[in-house]
């Protein structure tokens, strides 16, 4: 065992170095900007305290959240046919929910010592506590996809570090791992790049052993969660059922594997299964298993879907704000001739859920930093880049002087718009030209 540990940290030493660098500038950040300078507060707020509080409500046994009113935030119900809700799925709160009761019961030790009163649910304790509960996902979720495409992708493991690097440090990642943790947006990461690495296991394992109805259950699992964070993102599951998939030969043959009753029913009782809680939660609040939970003021123009200012405006555009993707399309698009058994449900999935996302009534998705909801499925990006890294870059020395010299002035780009952000130069939304000179200047 202590042979195979020193082996796997001198095959890794870069990759870990990267991992624990960067979760110490992570967790450093989050107490740079709620504690020293205090830039924003409270520390879980906006959409990532509509996430977060069922887990005080559980504390208070309120559902009806009227415990919130003694907080220093505030919640929106939606009013919706039979009652009103949380419009945030329970999703963020199930994955946040160990680091929580952790700080839960911290503080009931603490209050027990010293007389104090700090175990209210949302005492800065548990907002910490959550804060670094995303950096750990963050970092499961990299772990995750560099794992994924060493092994199952043949991507050599400088090639996989460098991606993970450029991903994280070229787009606003790392912002979602850190100042803005509470948000749904780095659980998605952490559990897309799970269904990814866990298809590619299972249908690897299959070729040489039959899999039981326990290991298919688990697709049921991580889709349950996945519509539990972020309803949207259950289309992923086209990644399964495309996977393999080249031509109109091989989706009969993948058609004819992801329908067989020996798939189908474990993953769909899983499935209603993991997703019981949110269920619940609808039916005690509206009498209705199943419902839309964000009203009739928020919905999708299907037919005029903003996706100009969605990919490239100054405001919220995706490729403005993270240029460093314009890589990752280019892989893509190399990628299409020796086609991965992932390529085909991926690139459909982007496809649909860059349309979805465009289509959304606030495309800009309120106060955020650059196109948040990208980050859930950046490790499609992820993968495109690192195509284009090991293949063409590789074998072409001005080529990949080139790409890495502009991946290098993104990452730049990056960092310099993140602390902006943090600081306040660049607001939360509105953001105009002006504001880019002035960071510029």
Known sequence: MKDRIKRIVKE???????????????????????????????????DGFGYFAYLPAILYGDFQFD???NLEHPLKLIQVDGGVVNKYPVGVAIMESPFFFAAHILSLLRDALTGSATATGYSNLYQYFVLFGGVVYWAAGTVLLYRLMVRYLDLSRKTACITCILITYGTNLFHYASYDAGFSHVYSYAVLNLFLYYLCWYEERDKTEKNTPLHTCVFGILAGVIFLIRNVNIIFVLTYILYGVRDWSSLKERAVTVLKPARVLPIVGAGIITILPQMFYWHAATGHWFLYSYGSNESFFWLKPEMINFLFSVRKGLFFWSPILFVSMAGIVYAYKNRSKLYTGSVLFLI???????????????????QRVVVDFMCIFAVGMAALLDGPCRKRRPLRVMVYGYCGLCVVWNCICTLAYWYHVIPSDGTTWEHIRSIIR
């Open 12 to 46: 890794e030493r870069a990759f870990l170095i990267f991992l624990f660098v960067s979760m110490f500038l992570m967790a450093a950040g989050i107490i740079w900007v709620y504690h020293v300078k205090v830039l924003n507060a409270p520390k879980v707020y906006s």
């Open 67 to 69: 415990f919130v009113q």
């Open 352 to 370: 649909l859920i860059l349309y979805i996302s465009a289509a959304w009534w606030c495309w800009y998705y309120g106060g955020s930093y650059g």
